[in-house]
């Protein structure tokens, strides 16, 4: 398929300016020389864009120690391929990690410049890819963590996320067809019934929905958080065979790499596009590109639970078996905790993994006979099977730790800003907190209950760390976003005015003093 030429013109963005220059899947083949001249030497948009095209972000805040961003459709991965990863992140020492990222993926950090030909190839080896992972790209593609699984899912969609990401990433080599998006691009195919993966705040959705009697999908298109917009999904009007969802997205992405507006970031997103046309007009272009009518959409979805967590032990449709859903505290992971996780997937289930959107890991396929001892487990004392319930639902992003966006520290903030408030209140039932560090948004706290987003505010006359917050955000069925209700609130400050929004908000009991000092 032909690649869009960005339009010759000198109002074209300096990112529209440096992707027509040279593509960025084109650093592919320059690693080698890299590794020669070392980071410092770089020319300024290979070091700080391009190199994101393979997945490999230079990190202002650690000059020198890249962060690798893998793809894992689906959020799944083997114990052997963890293995991989967690080679990679041990010969760093203290600098490497892995983050469990909001979109089911992991992240890799400490990573040396020089290292990556050697480490691509052992994700070769492995299976793995992290090509097109970052800049104007379709990120990871997400699904329900339990598919294939659930008693009560509706598809099993695993093999469909995996086709997508083999048609944009051309089975990992990378494909130049899809190199050069107006922006970033974020697909979910969900088969379950509870919305797992935020299907509405995706570019593009996929929803189960029955068509007379049939089960494929309803698709709903254009959702997205930026800094200056959020906007979730809207409908697309049209119901899709699985067999054509591949098709589906790639015509859309055609349609919205040709015709997607490039001349502000701000304002590229698809749903800008929609916006501009209409959506009777988009949807005629993507039947068009597609080459067949689509269907008018199913009447209702199958949504219909409000989502799980899938924290703590679960019993599979396949009889006999088990997944068990483990806290990963704010998603960090170093490299021992890997390598342990790997182990107890081959010992106690098949050898498996998955991931989850709120930064957590599955073991599945554990029998009835090992439950016992798996339990007694000492990796589980770290990565709880029950949690308390202020931690159990915790989302970070990842903060100025690595990040240079950020306006404030998050995830060790959120840690330890959990456990002063678990101890100041009693909570019937579990409050999903998700911590972003700046207006972007990846933390995604307008699907939680609670959403604290970054910010500065002025205090005794100095600045400081502070966030805005967000209430009422639902996942599940009817989902919808939350609404920020307050402003510029001083962290320091922020575990009172939690205690007040809980006991409001959420039938939060407050602790007598005594108790909540002990
Ligand atoms: Fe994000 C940019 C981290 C999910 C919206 N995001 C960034 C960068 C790459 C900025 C940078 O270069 O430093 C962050 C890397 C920091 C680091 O070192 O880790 C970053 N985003 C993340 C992750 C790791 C957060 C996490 O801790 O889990 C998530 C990685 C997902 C993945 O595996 O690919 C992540 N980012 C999201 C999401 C949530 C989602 O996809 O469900 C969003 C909001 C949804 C959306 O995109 O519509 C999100 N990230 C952004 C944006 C705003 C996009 C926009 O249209 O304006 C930026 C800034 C940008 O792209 O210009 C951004
Ligand atoms: Fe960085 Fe902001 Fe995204 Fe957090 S929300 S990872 S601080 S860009």
Known sequence: ???????ASSKLTKFEKFKAEKDGLQVKHELATFARLGWENLPEDDLNHRLKWLGVFFRPVTPGKFMLRMRLPHGICTSGQLRVLASIVERYGDDGSADITTRQNLQLRGIRLDDIPEIFQQLDRAGLT?????????????????????????????????????????????????????????????????????????????????????????????????????????????WVDPRDVVSLCEAILVVYRDHGPRANRQKSRLMWLIDEWGIEKFRAAVEKQLGFPLIAAAEQDEYCWDKRDHIGIHAQKQVGLNYAGLHIPVGRLNARQMFDLARLADIYGSGELRFTVEQNVIIPNIPDSRLAVFTQEPLLKTFSIAPAPLVRELVSCTGSQFCNFALIETKQRALAVAQAVTDRVKLPRPVRIHWTGCPNSCGQPQVADIGLMGSKARKDGKTVEAVDIFLGGKVGKEAHLGDRVMKGIPCEDLNDVLVDLLVEHFQAERKPPALAEA
């Open 130 to 238: 992290s090509i097109q992972s970052g800049m104007d790209n379709v990120r990871n593609i997400t699904g329900s963590p339990v598919a294939g699984i659930d008693a009560d899912e509706l598809i099993d969609t695993r093999g469909l996320v995996r086709k997508v990401q083999d048609m944009i990433t051309n089975n990992g080599d990378g494909n130049p067809s899809f190199t050069n998006l107006p922006r970033k691009f974020n697909i979910a195919i969900d088969g379950s019934r509870d919305n797992s993966v935020h299907a509405e705040i995706n570019d593009i959705a996929f929803i189960p929905a029955y068509k007379d009697d049939k089960l494929g999908f309803n698709v709903v298109v254009g959702g997205f958080f930026s800094a200056s917009r959020v906007a979730p999904a809207i409908p697309l009007n049209a």
């Open 1 to 7: 398929m032909a690649q869009a030429i960005a339009p």
